[in-house]
Antibody, heavy 113, light 110 residues
């Protein structure tokens, strides 16, 4: 069974940082591209970033470019999202996504003073 | 405003067939596969259809997907009360170099 379990969310002040993690199991993690997608309260889904299976290619939404960094550890079947210079508009549930297989349960990031 | 366009709402009675549309452009639906997701409020999206018309294991065959040109559709036959949820379409957009989503369609089972 495919499982994606996010962690690392929480309350952070504007300008602060957080590192999200996503533990993957039930599939060959090292062979799959991975994404982060977020959903602000009561809003739609917004793509954040993606990373190739070997970590060599990354893409970002314009809204997070230069502030967020996606990475992965294929030896530990784990995906990361380092979020710096956080803003109130980054407040959302962040989902770890494998396009063909499914989504994690999400982790809530709240940026507020 | 979402890149992919869906009707905000749809409804049907138990047993009916309902179709939800998703309209895009050549840079997304016209050139890449479409996924469909079901989201019950407060929970994570569940993959219903991938690669336009493929059902993951465990998804009932009441759910089906199709794509033609720059549009896609999700059909739900034999509507059940538990189908009441939000439904989203998604595709890769080559011009934006990112995944794009529809705004979601809220399905009500009357």
């Amino acid at each position: 069974e495919v499982q994606l379990v996010e962690s690392g969310g929480g309350l952070v002040q504007p300008g602060g940082s957080l590192r999200l993690s996503c533990a993957a199991s039930g599939f060959t993690f090292r062979s799959r591209w991975m994404h982060w997608v977020r959903q602000a309260p009561g809003k739609g889904l917004v793509w954040v970033s993606r990373i190739s299976s070997d970590g060599g290619t990354t893409n970002y939404a314009d809204s997070v470019k230069g502030r967020f960094t996606i990475s992965r550890d294929n030896a530990k079947n784990t995906l990361f999202l380092q979020m710096n210079s956080l803003r109130a508009e980054d407040t959302a549930v962040y989902y770890c996504v494998q396009w063909e297989l499914g989504w994690g349960q999400g982790t809530l990031v709240t940026v507020s003073s | 405003q979402s890149v992919l366009t869906q009707p905000p709402s749809a409804s049907g009675t138990p047993g009916q067939r309902v179709t939800i549309s998703c309209s895009g452009s050549n840079s997304n639906i016209g050139s890449s596969a479409v996924n469909w997701y079901q989201q019950v409020p407060g929970t994570a999206p569940k993959l219903l259809i991938h690669a336009n018309d493929q059902r993951p294991s465990g998804v009932p065959d009441r759910f089906s997907g199709s794509k033609s040109g720059t549009s896609a559709s999700l059909a739900i036959s034999g509507l059940q009360s538990e189908d009441e949820a939000d439904y989203f379409c998604a595709a890769w957009d080559g011009s934006l170099s990112g995944l794009v989503f529809g705004g979601g369609t809220k399905l009500t089972v009357l």
